[in-house]
């Protein structure tokens, strides 16, 4: 990955667009093939099948093993700086402390009020490890880990576009895409999803750790599934 950013920005974007089609390809066609036959497992029903929810979890996850894996590799024992992977300091400890303390709290309380205690489990696991991670280590580590050298727009808003843009299918509900629909994404969708990659971008850089937009992305994922 060192010699990767010697070369040109075009190359490194082209590098960055390959990776997260490659990731979304497989999502999608998991995705799509398993609804059309039936066999989807999605986070509301998720405790019906457990075992077929948590493979097929793992299986959308496998571009991003093979990617955090490669990483590991090039990165050798530059990789938890360079992904911002540790936790050091105090500040640093006490903003993870707190956030994980809400997040605990959050989940006993729907643990009480939810008659459903799997689901609340399940839904906690699916969105911190299978979305939240996954996402903030591609978008917020990985491609700009690439843009790294280049100016602050450039390194904000190309990871963060592809974040947004690689939503379209999941937030259609996994349903088809229409020209209507792309409209309604592109006008009412997308700027959101970029601005709020674009925070998650901002805290890990200011506070030097992937864990805290993590733990954001991750509670405010989780909590939308039951405040709603």
Known sequence: MLQIQKKSLLFRTIIIVVITLSNLLVTVYCVYTWKSNGNLVSPSNCNNNIVRFLLQNIVISLPFIVLFLISLYLLKGHFADEMYLKVNGKYQKTVVFILSLVLLTFTIYCLFRQENKI??????LYYLVFIAFPEEFLCRDVLTYLLKNEKAIIRYCVPNLL???????????????????LTYFMTSQLLGLVVSGCIYQFMKEKTRTIWIPVLVHGFLDYTSLFVI
């Open 119 to 124: 689901r609340v489990a399940l839904c906690l």
């Open 163 to 181: 974040f947004g843009l690689s939503h379209v299918f999941s937030y259609s509900g996994w349903e088809k895409i229409t020209v209507d629909y």
